[in-house]
C-alpha cells in the first residue's frame, strides 16, 4: 500500500475561487511541496470531465515526472487555491501553455511541449 500523500493545503483551507472546470493534472512538487505553478499547458482533454489543464512547478526532472507516484488528478479549483495565478488563464483554449517568468513574475504565453 501507497503512504499517503501529506498536501501542502490542507482540505478545510480549499475555497471556491473558480467555477467548475473538471479535473486537471498536477505534480506533488505543487500540492505537497507547496512550490507555485511554474510551466502549465492545456491539451486535448482525455475524456468529458478532463479540463485539458497540467501543471507543473518547472523543477521536476524527467524522471520525476514520469513517475505516476508524482503526479494526481485534482480539481481545477484545488490548483487554483495552491496559485491564484493561474486563473486568469484559466480559459485559454486547447494547445496554450504558460511559463511563469521567474525575474519579473506572471505568466507568458510559450510554445506548448506537447504540440
Known amino acids: 500500500m501507497k503512504p499517503t500523500k501529506k498536501f501542502a493545503l490542507p482540505a478545510e ?9 473538471g479535473y486537471c493534472l498536477a505534480t506533488d512538487m505543487i500540492t505537497v511541496n507547496g512550490h ?3 510551466y502549465m499547458y ?9 479540463s485539458g489543464w497540467r501543471f507543473f ?4 526532472t524527467q524522471e520525476y515526472a514520469g513517475n505516476p507516484d508524482n503526479l494526481g488528478l485534482y480539481d481545477v479549483n484545488t490548483i487554483a487555491n495552491y496559485d491564484p495565478e493561474i486563473i486568469p488563464y484559466l480559459s485559454e483554449p486547447m494547445g496554450s501553455a504558460y511559463e511563469r517568468d521567474r ?12 504540440q
Open 42 to 50: 492545456r491539451e486535448t482533454p482525455d475524456e468529458p470531465r478532463d
Open 13 to 21: 483551507k480549499i475555497v471556491e475561487l473558480v467555477p467548475p472546470q
Open 36 to 38: 507555485k505553478v511554474g
Open 57 to 60: 512547478s518547472g523543477d521536476e
Open 103 to 114: 525575474s519579473h513574475g506572471g505568466f507568458s504565453r510559450v510554445k506548448s511541449q506537447t
